[in-house]
């Protein structure tokens, strides 16, 4: 007796032309694959998740403004796992794409193969790691970084800490934390620590 099971269901983000022609026709050729959405933007995104609750996206990494997109759709749609597609990502930023709620990371060069693997994986709730540890002298192609002394701050401010809480645990000057939380704000495109939560 053959067991048919259903296909993963995706939703693809907006890629440029010529990666959105050969992710689509990359995906339609699996057969345990189902694309629901192609060339969605990352402000309808939420949306199309909703609607159609996808057990995985692929986001273009280039098309993100800020690291916390990926966060917010992390913590909205915790059903769909979420794949970043990236021009050359650097470790770094892989890193940063995982810290945030993706289920992998990956380089647009990436053998399709390896893609197809991944999504299965990321459909199964795997996490996906980058083969190679190599930094890319390439500057980031997407939203700024955090550093790991502002991420640290993150946590803090998302835990509720004052300032000085902050200050203290961290053995820094309540100036240096003020800092921080504005880098922080302008990286992750937020004006406030009220905005901070929301996200």
Known sequence: MVVSREPVTVVLG?????????????????ENLEIVRAGVGMDAMPTILAEHAPK???????????PIEV???????????LLVLASR??????NQMLAFGATACLSKETQARDVLSAIHLASRGLQVLRKTAADDPLPPSGPEL?????????????????????AAEL??????VRTHARNIYRKLG?????ELARA
């Open 89 to 94: 990502p650097t470790p770094a930023e892989c």
């Open 14 to 30: 907006a890629f440029e032309d010529l990666s959105a022609r050969g992710l689509r026709v990359l995906l339609e050729e699996d």
């Open 146 to 166: 955090l550093t790991q002394r502002e991420a640290a701050v993150l946590e803090l401010l998302q835990s509720g800490r004052s300032n000085g809480e902050i």
């Open 190 to 194: 937020v004006r406030s620590r009220r």
């Open 56 to 66: 995985v996206a692929i986001l273009n990494f280039g098309s993100l403004r800020s």
């Open 171 to 176: 053995h820094v000057s309540v100036e240096t």
């Open 71 to 81: 966060n917010y759709l992390h913590h909205a749609h915790p059903g769909t796992r």
